[in-house]
């Protein structure tokens, strides 16, 4: 990521611990970050937050980059969906699959407001 880029994660006193495949986790994670990235134009931050909430585990990703227009709100997790000019459209879509379908889980788009603030949250139940 370029230097004028910058990263927080907001960390609770106390660990949080779910199941997870660490391999496709990391995957999952690391797509969220790199589209945060290309949404952000020349400088912003990217905030990653854990925290629990009624034995569920919630990692929200928040950046300030040029956000998702709302009729897309659910369309960026399908197959062949992409805002950029280069790409197939599958991060996302492979994203949610791993989420859903290994991990039992929920992503979903909480909220975009251009060059401001836009949030994916992932859900794991406990």
């Not at 370029?2 to 994660?9: E, G, P, R, T, V």
């Not at 970050?33 to 912003?44: F, L, M, P, R, T």
């Not at 931050?45 to 009729?71: C, V």
């Amino acid at each position: 990521a370029s230097s004028k880029i910058s990263f927080k994660l907001i960390e609770k006193k106390k660990k949080i611990y779910s199941m997870v495949n660490k391999d496709l986790f990391e995957w999952v994670v690391e797509n969220i970050i790199k589209n945060s990235i290309d949404a952000i134009n020349e400088q912003g931050t990217i905030i990653i937050k854990p925290y629990e909430l009624d034995k569920k585990t919630y990692i929200d990703f928040i950046d300030n980059g040029k956000g998702i227009k709302k009729p897309f709100f659910k369309e960026i997790f399908e197959p062949g969906f992409t805002s950029k000019k280069r790409g197939w459209g599958l991060g996302l879509s492979l994203v949610k699959r791993i989420i859903k379908d290994y991990h039992q889980g929920r992503v979903q788009l909480v909220k975009s407001i251009p060059n401001k603030e836009t949030i994916i949250r992932i859900t794991l139940i406990k």
